[in-house]
C-alpha cells in the first residue's frame, strides 16, 4: 500500500477532498493485513479516530491547520504515547502507562499528525535485527525469511509496507539508518541535540537521537522540520538552524564536494552492496559532483569503542528498572535483595543483561582505565578525523551495512557476528553527526 507526499495528504485534508477519518482509516486497515509481518506492539485505535473525527470537524468549521494535520503515523514503542503501554518490547515494562507524552509526539500532535500504532523493536534498542524483541520477531517487508534491520525494525517495516506514511524511531549506533537500508526507506539520524529525547526510553544517553523513516527526502524534511529544536525538558538539546527544513530549493549537487570513505570500501564489502555503492558514486559524479577519497584511519577502532562506551551507558539507564518503582517486580520475593535480583533477571532478556555486564565491568574499579577511558580518548580522536574530513568535503558517503539483510536466525548464536553489522554506522553517532540512510 502506497500514500501521496505528506504535503499532498495534509493539503487534501485541509480541502476536504479527504478526511482525515480516512486515512487513520486506511493506515488501520493496513496494520491489520500485515499482522504476519510482526511489526506493529499494539495500535491507538480508539485515540485515532477520535483525533480524526476532531480534525475532520476543524476542517469543517474553517479552522486554521497544521503542517501534519489529520495525517497517520507510527511510533517506535520507546516513545511515551498517552493511550498505550510503552514497553520499550521488553517485559520488564510491560503493562507500563506513561504519565506523559515524549516532546517529539507532542510536537506531531500539536501539528496535526495522529499516532495509530507502537511499533516492535529490539528490546530497550539492543540489537540490529529486531530478533532481540522480547514479544516477536519483525520480518523484512521484501522477505519473511530476512531480517528488517534493528532496532528499529518494526518502524521502517510498518512505513515500507504502508502501514503509514511515516514513523518516528531512535538512532543510537545506526538505529534508523539500518533498518531503513535493510527495508528499504529512508532513515535519518539528525544531529545530537536537535531532536528532544524528553519521554523517550534512554539507551546509551550521549549517543541516543530521535529522526523519521520516511519514503522520500522531502517527507523527512518536513518532520524533521516539526519536531528539532530547543527543549527545557532536554538539556542537551541545540539551537535549530533558522532555515525551514523543509525548503529543498537551494539543494544542488553541481560542484559539492563528497568524499568517499576509504575504509568502508574494503574487501569485506559484500560484493553487491559494493556495486551498488559505485553506481551511486558514478551518478553523483555524472551530476557535476566532486568525488575524491577520504581516509578516516581510527574508523577501524570505532566499533570496539561503541560497544565499551554504550553498555556502559546501558548499565547505567537500566539500573532505573529495578522492581521497585515501576515496571515488572516479583511479588514473591521476601527481601529487598531477592526482589532487585528476580525482578531484573526475569524482566530484562538476554541481551539487555550481556549489555549491563559489559557496561558494569568497563566502568569497574581497575577496568575504567584499561577500556572506558581509552575508547573515550579514540572517540575524540575520530571526532578529529570527522571534522579535518569536513575540512574538503560537504558529505561523506559509503555504504550502510556491509552487507544485505541477513536471514533470521543467521547471527543469533554469534553476538560478535551481530555486532558487526553495526560497523559502518556507529562513527558518525559517536561523534554526533547527521546521518541518512538512502534506498
Request: hydrophobic share 40%.
Amino acid at each position: 500500500m502506497s500514500w501521496s507526499p505528506l504535503s499532498v495528504l495534509v493539503e487534501s485534508v485541509r480541502d476536504g477532498k479527504t478526511s482525515s477519518l480516512s486515512l487513520i482509516q486506511k493506515s488501520l486497515s493496513a496494520v491489520e493485513a500485515n499482522t504476519d509481518y510482526q511489526a506493529i506492539i499494539c495500535t491507538l485505535h480508539d485515540e485515532a479516530i477520535k483525533k480524526a473525527n476532531a480534525v475532520d470537524a476543524a476542517v469543517a468549521r474553517g479552522d486554521k491547520l497544521g503542517r501534519l494535520a489529520g495525517i497517520p503515523f507510527i511510533a517506535k514503542d520507546n516513545f511515551l504515547v498517552f493511550g498505550s503501554d510503552t514497553t520499550a518490547a521488553s517485559n520488564i515494562l510491560k503493562g507500563f502507562r506513561a504519565p506523559y507524552q515524549s516532546t517529539v509526539i507532542n510536537r506531531l500532535e500539536a501539528e496535526g499528525a495522529i499516532c495509530v500504532a507502537k511499533a516492535n523493536l529490539d528490546a530497550f534498542g539492543h540489537g540490529i535485527s529486531t530478533e532481540n524483541s522480547d514479544f516477536m520477531v519483525t520480518k523484512n517487508p521484501h522477505d519473511k525469511t530476512r531480517v528488517p534491520g534493528g532496532s528499529s525494525g518494526g518502524p521502517a517495516t510498518a512505513v515500507v509496507l504502508g502501514m503509514a506514511p511515516f514513523a518516528v524511531g531512535t538512532d543510537t549506533g545506526g538505529s534508523n539508518r539500518q533498518p531503513a537500508s535493510f527495508s528499504g526507506c529512508v532513515g535519518y539520524r539528525p544531529t545530537y541535540g536537535l531532536v528532544s529525547r524528553s519521554g523517550v526510553v534512554a539507551m546509551a544517553s550521549s549517543t541516543d537521537t530521535i529522526g523519521p523513516l520516511t519514503t522520500s527526502i522531502e517527507d523527512t524534511a518536513l518532520i524533521i522540520d516539526v519536531i528539532s529544536g530547543k527543549d527545557v525538558l532536554d538539556s542537551t538539546t541545540i539551537e535549530r538552524d533558522s532555515v525551514d527544513y523543509s525548503d529543498l530549493t537551494a539543494a544542488k549537487i553541481k560542484n559539492t564536494r563528497i568524499g568517499v570513505i576509504k575504509e568502508y570500501m574494503g574487501n569485506e564489502l559484500d560484493a553487491e552492496v559494493a556495486t551498488n555503492i559505485k553506481q551511486i558514486i558514478k551518478k553523483l559524479k555524472a551530476t557535476g559532483a566532486a568525488v575524491h577519497e577520504v581516509s578516516l584511519p581510527s574508523l577501524r577502532l570505532a566499533l570496539a569503542a561503541y560497544y565499551i562506551l554504550v553498555p556502559a551507558e546501558i548499565s547505567s539507564n537500566l539500573s532505573r528498572y529495578d522492581g521497585q518503582r515501576y515496571g515488572y517486580s516479583d511479588l514473591n520475593a521476601k527481601t529487598i535483595d531477592d526482589s532487585y535480583e528476580s525482578s531484573r533477571s526475569t524482566g530484562f532478556g538476554t541481551e539487555a543483561k550481556r549489555r549491563i555486564l559489559m557496561g558494569t565491568y568497563v566502568l569497574s574499579s581497575g577496568y575504567y582505565d584499561a577500556y572506558y577511558r581509552k575508547a573515550q580518548r579514540l572517540r575524540t580522536k575520530l571526532i578529529n578525523e570527522f571534522a579535518e574530513a569536513f575540512k574538503n568535503s560537504d558529505f561523506l558517503v559509503g555504504p550502510v551495512a556491509p552487507t544485505p539483510a541477513f536471514k533470521i536466525g543467521e547471527k543469533t548464536d554469534d553476538p560478535l557476528k551481530m555486532y558487526l553489522a553495526d560497523i559502518m554506522t556507529v562513527a558518525a553517532s559517536l561523534v554526533g553527526l547527521p546521518a541518512i540512510s538512502l534506498p
